[in-house]
């Protein structure tokens, strides 16, 4: 009936199969689950190989990167089942009915996808995890009202439902390799496909915070892929706020003011970044500024 599709990338998976297996137990339901290591290398995939004596459970260690976009579509390759659950390795359900909250979704509803939502731990983290708690309550935390306004755009590849057939027939961007808007890409382009996304109330925790520094890191491999799609599926990528601002900048010819500001200013950001207050409006002007400098950087080529 369903196979659960993790990709990881050195992460200790194990506690999240089990509940897994215990929840699909409970259901009464056919499943598989399904992990793949990205080739990290890592001495967590000894333990990750226990995975392989859990009945249905299979994990596997790429032999070389595969990039983020090719990694989840081999998972849905080798999956045996018409519906596909992936979970990122750092997610957690939040219900102990998670699994049964999806085969209930699956037998009342006609969608092909399905998103349950993420949230993030009350408990504020330490400082070095800030910035990433605050983004993700105050940025990708919404209701299912909130989510269903604006259903692709509020939709992650972290905890979501497909029919096989269709990602097999509309598959991952393997052009994205890094961190960063493939799952808009993915999302945008079942859009065009006149394919809607079901929002339910079935979220899981995302415990893995980076640090803030790696989360800004992160930050810039993502807007190098928004440079991407920019360049080569604009249709794609129209809907997303950081471009409007950068089409808006551009009709008033304002790129070399904003790219000015974010050179001399960008130390000062990211010391705030890294802060105890970090300011989702200065990170907002931070991908902006990092925007404007690689799509400049892109027509002078």
């Not at 109330?201 to 491999?221: R, V, Y």
């Not at 601002?245 to 070399?256: A, F, M």
Request: contains cysteine; aromatic residues 12%.
């Amino acid at each position: 009936m369903i196979s659960i599709l993790i990709p990881t990338y050195d992460y200790d998976i194990t506690k999240l199969v089990h509940e897994l297996v215990k929840q699909c137990q409970s259901a009464q339901i056919v499943f598989e689950i399904i992990c793949q290591d990205d080739d990290s290398k890592s001495d967590l995939n000894l333990k990750n190989n226990s995975i392989n004596s859990i009945e249905f459970c299979h994990f596997y260690s790429n032999s070389e990167n595969f990039g983020r976009s090719k990694n989840r579509n081999t998972l849905a390759q080798k999956s045996n089942y018409d519906w596909l659950l992936f979970l990122d390795c750092d997610m957690i359900p939040v219900s102990e009915n998670f699994i049964q909250n999806y085969v209930k979704t699956i037998d009342n509803c006609n969608s092909e996808i399905v998103f349950g939502g993420v949230e993030y731990q009350a408990n504020r983290p330490p400082k070095a995890q800030l910035l990433r708690w605050v983004y993700g309550k105050k940025r990708e935390t919404k209701s299912v009202e909130q989510r269903t306004k604006s259903e692709n755009i509020s939709t992650l590849t972290s905890n979501f439902l497909i029919k096989k057939d269709l990602l097999i027939a509309h598959p991952f961007d393997e052009q994205l390799t890094e961190y960063g808007f493939e799952d808009y890409a993915f999302f945008s382009a079942l859009e065009k496909e006149k394919k809607e996304v079901k929002h339910i109330d079935n979220p899981c925790f995302h415990n893995g915070l980076e640090t803030s520094s790696e989360f800004l890191s992160k930050t810039k491999m993502a807007i190098q892929n928004l440079v991407y799609l920019s360049n080569h599926k604009n249709t794609l990528v129209k809907q997303t706020e950081l471009v409007r601002t950068y089409q808006k900048i551009s009709r008033l010819q304002l790129q070399k003011m904003v790219i000015l500001f974010f050179n001399v200013f960008k130390k000062s950001i990211e010391k705030n970044l890294s802060s105890n207050f970090p300011s989702l409006f200065l990170f907002d002007l931070y991908k902006l500024g990092w925007y404007c400098v690689l799509m400049r950087n892109q027509a002078l080529k």
